[in-house]
């Protein structure tokens, strides 16, 4: 039997090797081309990413203070201010939304219907209409509520009022409420002196902005994936590409440790 010479099997060994590295450049040099084609579309995409990336904080923001003066009826400016003050206090901005939007709800209710709420707004001495029977602005009625928890005596008559009028996050508003009404409007006050309040004008402009850009990056990420479906085969039998070389050349440095050392 002939015995075949350690050094030619170390030659043919990275003969494999080079076949396989030659198989890996192939591909990528493949991947390289057609992305390089696609530079412009993608670069394009990029920059209104980047675009909206910029000023997306800014327009979710104003987006959500639009959302939320529509569901609970308080002016975009109040709203600010009722935010500003719950920062302020160490309240999130999500939990005064959702008090504000039960509070709104529960008072509606009760002007409407009476209901299980009103006892618990007529012991507080809130009052939901004027003189002429006009429904009240939450505004005026979030003010009441703040200065009526703020009076009672303990923590537990304030916990069970602020849940009764806020709901579930009624209690996560007391730090706020305990400020009292004239500490909260103070916050509000100090917030529009500084100019920190978006006007109603741009809040409605980005609304619409926000909801336009929605729409845009959804149609882009259609956009693309339509590309990317083309590259696909390609993207696969590079990895199918790479896998094999790895096999191949694990099997080679397990036989021949030499190669490894080449």
């Known amino acids: 039997k002939k015995v075949v010479p350690a050094t030619t099997i170390e030659i043919r060994a990275q003969d494999k090797t ?13 991947l390289n081309k057609s992305f390089g084609s696609l530079k412009g579309s993608i670069a394009g ?45 160490g309240v999130s901005t999500e939990g005064l939304n959702k008090s504000l939007q039960t509070l709104a709800k529960r008072s509606g209710e009760v002007v409407m219907e009476g209901g299980e709420f009103k006892k618990v707004f007529d012991n507080l001495g809130i009052s ?16 009441q509520a703040v200065s009526a928890i703020s009076k009672l005596e303990s923590q537990a008559e304030k916990a069970a ?12 508003l007391l730090p706020l409420l305990n400020q009292g009404e004239a500490r909260v409007r103070k ?15 741009f809040v409605a402009g980005a609304a619409k902005t ?20 083309a590259l ?17 050349f694990k099997a080679l440095a397990e036989t021949h440790p030499t190669v490894t050392k080449l």
């Open 18 to 30: 080079k076949r396989a590295f030659s198989a890996v450049q192939r591909s990528v040099s493949g």
């Open 45 to 89: 995409l990029l920059g209104v990413a980047a675009l909206g990336g910029l000023s997306k904080s800014l327009l979710t923001t104003a987006d959500r203070i639009d959302k939320v003066s529509q569901q609970t009826g308080v002016a975009t400016d109040d709203l600010q201010k009722f935010q500003f003050a719950a920062s302020q206090s």
């Open 128 to 143: 939901l209409t004027d003189a002429d029977g006009k429904t009240r602005d939450l505004t005026d009625i979030f003010y």
């Open 161 to 172: 009022a602020a849940n009764d009028l806020f709901g579930r996050s009624g209690v996560e």
């Open 187 to 201: 916050y509000g006050d100090s917030l529009e002196k500084a100019g920190g309040i978006m006007s109603s004008t």
């Open 210 to 229: 926000n909801d336009a850009i929605d729409k845009t990056t959804r149609v882009l990420k259609v956009g693309f994936s339509s590309i990317l479906e």
């Open 232 to 248: 696909l085969p390609m993207i696969q039998g590079f990895a199918k590409t790479l896998v094999e070389f790895s096999k191949n």
